[in-house]
């Protein structure tokens, strides 16, 4: 299993700027992680195009992935909302968490779910034909 993590921080950098050596490396992977900070209007915003553009490489309408709000520990000075990280997984039909990397609070989850988003389908669905398994330890 092959996994690309997409943390894409815009916190330094306000201005977008081109992906395409990011996408060079970044199709053939079995699962995705896309993160934004909660703190960071601009780090979600971005996630959209990086998604639109990282499903045109690899010329599917789905892929496995999980979109984690990170910083959560950061609650005042919020500028995305829960409902808009969950408003947005629902459309791409994946798995949605909110972290804090610095107090380690879900990390394994964001996994977990990765793990649970690889075993649907092509369309996004549960394959409940699948046998076998995975065993993380």
């Known amino acids: 299993m092959v996994v690309l993590l997409l943390a894409y921080s815009l916190a330094a950098n306000a201005r977008w700027q081109d992906t395409h050596d990011l996408f060079n490396y970044g199709v053939g992977y079995h699962g995705y992680i896309l993160i934004y900070s909660i703190n960071s209007r601009p780090s979600f915003d971005a996630l959209t195009k990086i ?12 892929l496995p992935r999980v979109l984690v709000g990170n ?66 330890t």
């Open 51 to 62: 998604n639109d553009k990282l499903l045109t490489e690899v010329g599917r309408g789905w």
């Open 71 to 136: 910083k959560a520990d950061m609650e005042g000075l919020r500028e995305v909302s829960s409902d808009e990280g969950r408003a947005l997984a629902s459309k791409w039909r994946c798995s949605f968490l909110e972290v804090s990397a610095k107090h380690n609070h879900r990390i394994p989850d964001i996994f977990n779910a990765l793990l649970i988003e690889m075993d649907k389908n092509v369309d996004g669905h549960s394959d409940e034909k699948k046998k076998g398994g995975c065993i993380i």
